[in-house]
Nanobody, 122 residues
Framework: QVQLAESGGGLVQAGGSLRLSCAASGRSSSSYTLGWIRQAPGKEREFVTCIDGSGGDIWYTDSVKGRFTTSRDKTKNTVYLQMNSLKPEDTAIYYC???????????????WGQGTQVTVSS
């Protein structure tokens, strides 16, 4: 079982930046694909991004391309989501997720963090 712990959410004005972190622990966590899924108020969960175990392949949903950057520090077993040019529609709970192989959908992730709130004011 892989455990995930997010940090870094908060309140920011539109156009601002935030960085989320997700530390993974447990057996096989260093080779896990790690990613982020978000859920905005009153909406369904949405895949945002993921990075494979090697850090060589990264996927983004179209709405965040060019604004969000996903990276991975294998020495710390931590994945980061740098969010720039934030918009009010980015407001959501962001969940760190993990799985043994990459996924670009909401369903099927084997590990979930507790979530961290990101609020973007207009």
């Amino acid at each position: 079982q892989v455990q995930l712990a997010e940090s870094g959410g908060g309140l920011v004005q539109a156009g601002g930046s935030l960085r989320l972190s997700c530390a993974a622990s447990g057996r096989s966590s260093s080779s896990y694909t790690l990613g982020w899924i978000r859920q905005a108020p009153g909406k369904e969960r949405e895949f945002v991004t993921c990075i494979d175990g090697s850090g060589g392949d990264i996927w983004y949903t179209d709405s965040v391309k060019g604004r969000f950057t996903t990276s991975r520090d294998k020495t710390k077993n931590t994945v980061y989501l740098q969010m720039n040019s934030l918009k009010p529609e980015d407001t959501a709970i962001y969940y760190c997720v993990g799985h043994s192989y990459p996924r670009t959908v909401v369903d099927g992730w084997s590990s979930w963090g507790q979530g961290t709130q990101v609020t973007v004011s207009s």
